[in-house]
C-alpha cells in the first residue's frame, strides 16, 4: 500500500521520520495511524491527523511519540 503524503510538510517529514525507524502507517481513522515495530504485540500507535490544526505541534507530537518508544532497536549507536 502506498501512503498518501500529508498536506503539512511538518508533519510529513515527522512521519518519515517514523517510518526510517521502524514504523509502519495504516490508513484508518481521520487520516491514519503509525505503529511502532511491536505494533502486533502491545506496541505503541500514533494517531495521524489528516488536518491537525497546529501542524507543527502534531508534527512534534509524532515525533515524541517515536522517541519515546521502548520497543526500538538500538540503530546507530556508534
Ligand atoms: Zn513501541
Known amino acids: 500500500m502506498v501512503r498518501p503524503t500529508h498536506t503539512s510538510k511538518e508533519v510529513e517529514a515527522a512521519?518519515?521520520?517514523a517510518?526510517?525507524?521502524g514504523w509502519r502507517f495504516r490508513k484508518m481513522?481521520?487520516?491514519g495511524r503509525l505503529f511502532c515495530e511491536h505494533a502486533d504485540r502491545d506496541?505503541?500507535?500514533q494517531q495521524v491527523n489528516g488536518t491537525?490544526?497546529?501542524a507543527e505541534n502534531h508534527a512534534k507530537q509524532i515525533r515524541r511519540a517515536v522517541e519515546r518508544?521502548?520497543?526500538q532497536r538500538e540503530r546507530g549507536q556508534t
Open 52 to 54: 491537525p490544526r497546529n
Open 69 to 71: 518508544c521502548p520497543h
Open 29 to 31: 481513522g481521520h487520516w
Open 43 to 45: 506496541g505503541c500507535a
Open 19 to 21: 517510518e526510517s525507524m
Open 15 to 17: 512521519i518519515c521520520h
